[in-house]
């Protein structure tokens, strides 16, 4: 098992990959057992070559996408503490003992490198990513109640029961905004950590689209409330069912049933009968959903225990 383990995604990183490495191994050649792992997904560039000639261990990930490489990280490398940086070189190497020790010797499980809170927005040049930001920071504020600053950085440090027990369901860019809400919904101990951030280097391109990426991350974002905190979601659509029920029956149905002592609209009755029906099945469905959330906790909780044992004996 490594001490700490530097995980480097990268796709055509060509212009920026050795720098990357490097800087990671200068800034934790005090560590021992530090080992930098680069997973090359299908580039096209010399990404491959210069990541070995900067002294990283270099594997593959062939299907294509960000959370088909973490995937593979995630399962192949062992390591008390895990840091996981891009290779674009907008990170600062420098900042890796510092949240590798949150890590070691304050038992965080997942250490968040925040952009937002330090230079982001004025290093950033790519229109609408800070706009997109603060868009997915809110929503998820506003859906899981959490104090995450930054939730789509790709500067993080883990803990090994962190990662040995997060399910990697995202294939794409999406997978930050992932982790950080099964970190929230399972209460693990989590960090903000500010970092200086710096811009992508001229003739160094963003693999990220700022429209159908943040699509899928918003969506991701509605999914995971529904999955994670179903009694909420499903009350909220049976109030809205059982509202538009309402506001259709009152004018429709009941001020004129009031004027002539008869029904003018049974299809409107009938469909605003449905409406509270199903409004009632809705709740009822998120009353049975969230009991299954809860027994789903309390096995993650024993898993939680089962992954610690895990780590004492690979040790």
């Excluded at 809110?138 to 109640?145: A, D, E, L, Q, V």
């Excluded at 159908?212 to 994670?228: E, W």
């Excluded at 002539?260 to 199903?278: D, E, S």
């Amino acid at each position: 098992m490594d001490r700490l383990a530097i995980l480097i995604p990268c796709y055509n990183e060509a212009k920026t990959i050795q720098k990357v490495v490097k800087d990671c191994l200068n800034a934790t050649k005090d560590i021992d057992g530090t080992v930098v792992y680069v997973y090359d997904n299908n580039s096209t560039d010399d990404t491959v070559s210069l990541a070995k000639e900067a002294g990283a261990v270099v594997r593959h990930e062939y299907s294509q996408g960000k959370g088909n490489v973490i995937r593979r990280m995630f399962r192949e490398i062992d390591a008390e503490c895990y840091i996981m940086i891009d290779g674009d070189d907008t990170y600062p190497a420098d900042e890796i003992p510092k949240m590798a020790k949150y890590v070691h010797e304050q038992n965080y499980d997942m250490v968040i490198g925040d952009r937002l809170s330090s230079s982001y927005f004025e290093e950033n040049k790519r229109p609408f990513h800070g706009i997109g930001n603060k868009l997915v920071r809110g929503s998820i504020n506003f859906f899981f109640k959490n104090d995450i600053r930054d939730i789509m950085t790709g500067y993080r440090a883990f803990s090994y029961q962190f990662v040995k027990t997060y399910p990697v369901l995202s294939k794409g860019f999406e997978i930050e905004t992932e982790m950080s809400i099964f970190a929230i919904v399972n209460n693990l101990a989590m960090k903000n950590h500010i970092i200086e951030y710096r811009d992508r280097p001229v003739g160094s391109s963003s693999k990220l689209n700022t429209y159908s990426d943040g699509f899928k991350v918003l969506r991701l974002i509605v999914t995971l409330f529904r999955n994670y905190r179903p009694l909420p979601f499903y009350s909220i659509l049976g109030l809205l069912l059982t509202i538009l029920a309402v506001m259709f029956f009152i004018p429709d149905v009941w001020i004129p049933y009031l004027h002539t002592g008869k029904v003018l609209n049974y299809p409107t009755l009938i469909v605003c009968g449905f409406c509270v029906l199903a409004g009632i099945i809705s709740l009822y469905a998120g009353l049975v959903l969230d009991a299954l959330q809860r027994k789903e906790r309390r096995e993650f909780e024993s898993r939680l225990q089962e992954v610690k044992a895990m780590k004492e004996l690979a040790k």
